[in-house]
């Protein structure tokens, strides 16, 4: 009885490592994509000067809301394809957008939104990046939802995808602003 | 000619995958430098994934190496200015996995694999020089006689 078992292990080893694959080449698989780190810790704190003028943009101005906070480039290609998502965000669905430029120059992000659009309630300038480092951002367009004590709950890698604004992204905006 | 042209292209291609660290990212102070530089080597460039960013041309490992140098001339210890950077990218930014709870099936599956493979083979072996067959037997009377009859028929 056992010896017959034991003839079982290389099937049920082959299912494993099958099962396994089916998984990890799920064709919606990115993966290059990471989790985040900072899920569910405190925003990196920012002073970042605002493209529009006026009062710098401050981590601490967003809290008190849930907020969304896109980072951004004017030389970002995947940026452009994303564009029409944010801007449906913003008019439609009402998202309390917050752009980051990220490592661009104001003229520059400035143009591409006058182009295209402007989808944010402000804008803060990373001139040299360090505010995308601290949130550990590796490329844009990258977007995070953060709570009303400004945590961190949500980071989503690359363009907003429209399943994922429908299946994740507005879920849990609904649900943050509930508690 | 061409064979030192040739020579030459190697040399720079090898050159040029050598490193990525541009002269002016540099520190002064060797010493410090010699350090930027190891611990660079295994840091994980998050553009590239595969390459470290002590080798990788990308715009992000530049900005890595230029701030992991600022730490250090500030003062941190190794240690210190390799959790700075993976507070904000996480374990997968090492190149070599860090020892704890949630990687020990990664770094112990293989061996154990291993150790398992060479018990089932070593099993496998000693059963099947168990089971040889016995050496053989000489023929008995009335083998020899059948054997005998056989070839006087066939002749």
């Known amino acids: 009885m056992l010896r017959k078992l034991f003839y079982l292990v290389p099937v049920v080893a082959f299912c494993a490592l ?8 799920r064709p919606d698989r990115d993966p290059h994509e990471l989790p985040s780190v900072l899920i569910d810790k405190p925003g990196p704190e920012f002073a970042l000067p605002s493209l529009n003028g006026g009062d710098r943009v401050t981590s601490d101005g967003l809290k008190g809301h849930v907020v969304v906070v896109n980072f951004f480039a004017s030389w970002c290609v995947p940026c452009r394809e994303e564009h029409p998502m944010l801007m449906r965000l913003a008019e439609k669905e009402h998202v309390p957008l917050y752009g980051i430029s990220y490592k661009d120059n104001a003229e520059d992000s400035r143009r591409v939104l006058q182009l295209l ?11 040299d990046g360090r505010t995308g480092f601290d949130y550990g951002v590796y490329g844009v367009p990258e977007t995070f939802v953060l709570d009303k004590n400004g945590r961190i709950r ?6 907003l995808a429209a399943d994922t604004v429908q299946n994740e992204l507005l879920p849990l905006l609904q649900e943050l602003n509930k508690s | 000619m061409k064979p030192l042209v040739a020579a030459l292209l190697l040399a720079l291609a090898v050159a040029g995958t050598a490193f990525a660290v541009e002269p002016k990212e540099r520190l002064a102070d060797p010493v410090l430098e010699a350090r930027a530089r190891a611990i660079s080597q295994g840091l994980r460039c998050l553009v590239c994934q595969n390459e470290s960013i002590d080798e990788s041309g990308a715009d992000l490992a530049h900005d890595v190496r230029v701030l992991l140098r600022e730490r250090m001339t500030a003062g941190d210890t190794d ?3 390799i959790a700075y ?5 996480g374990d997968f930014v090492l190149l070599q996995p860090p020892m704890k709870p949630a990687t020990y099936a990664l770094w112990f599956a293989p061996p154990l694999l291993l150790a398992g493979v060479a018990v089932g083979v070593g099993a496998a072996i000693r ?5 040889r067959a016995p050496a053989e037997t000489p023929l008995d009377s009335a083998e020899r006689a059948r054997l005998a009859r056989l070839m006087q028929e066939s002749e």
Do not use: E, N, W
């Open chain 1, 117 to 127: 659009g402007d989808p944010y309630r402000r804008i803060a300038l990373d001139r």
């Open chain 2, 127 to 131: 059963r099947r020089a168990a089971t």
């Open chain 1, 18 to 25: 099958a099962g396994y694959f089916a998984l990890a080449l």
């Open chain 2, 79 to 81: 240690a210190q200015a």
């Open chain 2, 85 to 89: 950077i993976v507070s904000r990218y």
């Open chain 1, 154 to 159: 949500k980071r989503f890698v690359g363009p």
